[in-house]
């Protein structure tokens, strides 16, 4: 695959996280301990926006390519935003090569309502209906939403990312992050709300 040609040259950022100054010094033991720290967000992360068997290996190798490359690495914004960009733009490179489709919506219909996936398995007929009502809804209304749109979701709801940091990741400004994601926010918070208990 080919390389992308603004990621490896030093940045000129004077308030540059010390996590990456200390690894760009060879410093093995913060690379190791940043490493421990982001790759399970990055794994749940990663098995959501494509298909789980290949997140362990993309992220190995974006870790990697880090460690190899750290000395000339551009990271703009947190070096986490950075990490979780490289790992969603290698993951929308492989489903690409292999033409393979990610199982996005099911992971987060099941985030954002885990009862609508059947967790609860003492509910009464009625509620169960209801249950399954709400899955049909939620499935339907995130298959409707941008791929873009679900992965701030995702960053959002679930890895308890700032915009900031999801502009980083996914390589767009802070408002449109702030944007897109309150838009979806309110549609989703919309839509669970008229499937509360009781609700007509």
Request: net charge positive.
């Amino acid at each position: 695959m080919a390389s992308r040609k603004n990621a490896l040259t030093p940045s000129d950022d004077s308030s540059e996280d010390p996590r990456l100054s200390a690894i760009r010094k060879g410093d093995l033991s913060a690379f190791d301990a940043f490493y421990h720290d982001i790759v399970p967000a990055l794994l749940r992360f990663a098995q959501r926006i494509g298909p789980a068997y290949m997140a362990e290996d993309i992220i190995q190798d974006v870790m990697l390519d880090i460690w190899q490359r750290r000395e000339t690495l551009v990271v703009r914004g947190s070096l986490r935003g950075y990490v979780f960009g490289a790992v969603r733009l290698r993951i929308a490179d492989r489903v690409r090569y292999e033409s393979t489709t990610a199982s996005a919506n099911e992971k987060l219909v099941e985030s954002i309502h885990p009862v609508a996936m059947g967790g609860n398995r003492g509910e009464s007929p009625a509620a169960h209906t209801e249950t399954q009502e709400l899955e049909a809804a939620v499935r339907e209304a995130l298959t409707k939403l941008p791929p873009q749109a679900r992965m701030i979701l995702t960053l959002r709801w679930i890895e308890g990312f700032k915009y900031i940091e999801i502009a980083s990741a996914l390589g767009i400004s802070v408002d449109a992050a702030k944007k897109q994601g309150r838009r979806m926010e309110v549609v989703i918070r919309d839509l669970l709300s008229r499937f509360k208990p009781g609700k007509s």
